[in-house]
């Protein structure tokens, strides 16, 4: 699990997150409100017709996120089914804990180490 994934506050526009996805090893955008994990961006909720609004209002929970108890084979099973690589992880309530990465390989999940090394290669 990557501990320390990019947030950004339940603020930002969606302006601000296509400048974030214009890394193209950035594929989710993790909004925070006071602590509270309000939802996830992938790149695909922004097509050209989304307007430059509040990016909490393009931004989702159903199938985003996992507790941070769910074993590694359970979480595997829930990204195939949900067609996801990322899901954020949180608490009961509401606290965001982190990001599970699957590699592009399907070979393991991304690290904090792996997330640092690519921004250092970039």
């Known amino acids: 699990m990557v501990g320390r994934p990019d947030v950004h506050p339940g603020s930002a526009t969606v302006g601000e997150l296509r ?28 097509d050209g017709r989304t307007a430059d609004e509040a990016a909490a209002r393009v931004a989702g929970l159903d199938d985003r996120t996992i507790g941070p108890d769910v ?3 359970d979480a595997l099973t829930a990204m195939k089914l949900g067609g996801r690589r990322r899901l954020a992880v949180t608490t009961d309530d509401g606290e965001l804990v982190g990001l599970l990465c699957l590699k592009s390989s399907g070979r393991g999940f991304c690290s904090d180490e792996d997330v640092e090394a690519r921004r250092r290669s970039t």
Do not use: M, Q
Not at 20 to 36: I, S
């Open 71 to 73: 074993s590694l084979p």
């Open 19 to 46: 400048t974030f996805f214009a890394n193209d090893h950035v594929h989710v955008a993790l909004l925070v409100d006071e602590g509270r994990f309000i939802g996830a961006v992938e790149r695909a909720d922004l």
